[in-house]
């Protein structure tokens, strides 16, 4: 089975958009087949917070008139951060600027301080997961409904009344939609539901391997083939082509070399297809190479000729 690869960048450590576009661009060059980006407003770790903040959904409608092939899309957007009728229709729009390369992973918000930062609520994670929920439902629902047609919600948070369906993705019957995390029983259910991906961030072979087999049963549980849900990981993606220029590549993305060699796809090139494979054995059909070293694109285009040949 040939694993699917995709590019992943943190642009809250700290990236503009034209460092964004240029990633994408080599990214789209190379073969791969997304480019992904994390949705956050806060610089996330103990360090000096970074210039150059970004918005994600802001991000991808620049990034769609400036590439053509490459899937683009979030890995995750909060839930928290936008109200379901608004970002159906940006996410509808981007899909269209793109002509129909748009995937939307979301979820529902982890990073309190980030909230309290930009003064946005953050509610308590059960109710934060029934948001999520009918998020999903609204945005489905209203991608879903006939181009001229009215869209009517009643939830518990959300209530939508006479909306007009007036907004439309370019897929059909609408991008696909990612869900992701360690969640044991919600957050499978949810993505048997509703995603055609789930995801899992920053695990270990053994760990995604376990959380995929949740999920599975989820599906199963739901009656649902789990063979039509891809599964995929991100992953903390460093190569070099000795020792040396891995270690100084390992510290410029700000991990301790041996550390990120022991979790992530990392070290020579050899090192890193077997770190690979065993993301692969472990259930994967697609992994996300989290990319940290922005500006460092003969690191990129390494770990295409690594990964991809």
């Known amino acids: 089975m040939t694993i ?4 992943f960048t943190e642009p809250q450590q700290g990236a503009t958009f034209t460092q964004l576009v240029a990633v994408a661009q080599r990214a789209e060059q190379l073969g791969f087949s997304g480019f992904f980006r994390s949705d956050h407003y806060r610089y996330i770790g103990s360090g000096t917070p970074r210039a150059a903040v970004t918005d994600a959904w802001v991000t991808l409608a620049g990034v769609a008139l400036k590439t053509t092939t490459i899937r683009i899309g979030t890995l995750m957007s909060s839930a928290t951060f936008r109200l379901p009728g608004p970002l159906a229709v940006a996410a509808a729009q981007v899909d269209v ?15 309190e301080a980030e909230h309290q930062a930009l003064g946005i609520p953050f509610p308590s994670v059960g109710e934060r997961f029934r948001r999520f929920e009918e998020q999903l ?3 489905r629902g209203l991608w879903s409904s006939e181009e001229g047609s009215t869209f009517d919600y009643r939830g518990r948070y959300y209530t939508l009344t006479d909306c007009p ?7 059909k019957p609408h991008p696909p939609i990612l869900i992701g995390g360690y969640g044991k029983k919600h957050t499978p259910a949810l993505a048997a539901r509703f995603a055609a991906e789930f995801n899992i961030p920053g695990a270990t072979p053994d760990q995604a391997a376990e959380q995929f087999a949740r999920v599975s049963e989820a599906c199963r549980a739901y009656g649902r083939d789990p063979e039509s849900l891809t599964k995929s990981v991100w992953v903390t993606t460093c190569i070099g082509r000795d020792d040396l220029e891995y270690s100084r590549r390992a510290e410029a993305s700000g991990h301790a070399p041996d550390m990120l060699r022991a979790r992530g796809i990392a070290g020579t090139p050899d090192q890193a297809r077997a770190s690979m494979e065993r993301f692969r054995s472990a259930g994967a059909d697609r992994v996300y190479l989290q990319f940290l070293t922005l500006d460092d694109l003969e690191h990129l285009d390494l770990i295409a000729e690594a990964l991809m040949t």
């Not at 699917?4 to 590019?7: E, H, K, Q």
Request: proline share 3%; no cysteine.
């Open 97 to 111: 600027m793109s002509e129909g390369r748009l995937e939307i992973g979301i979820g529902t918000g982890w990073y």
């Open 137 to 139: 439902e609204i945005l």
């Open 4 to 7: 699917d690869l995709r590019i």
């Open 165 to 171: 369906v007036v907004f439309q993705p370019a897929q």
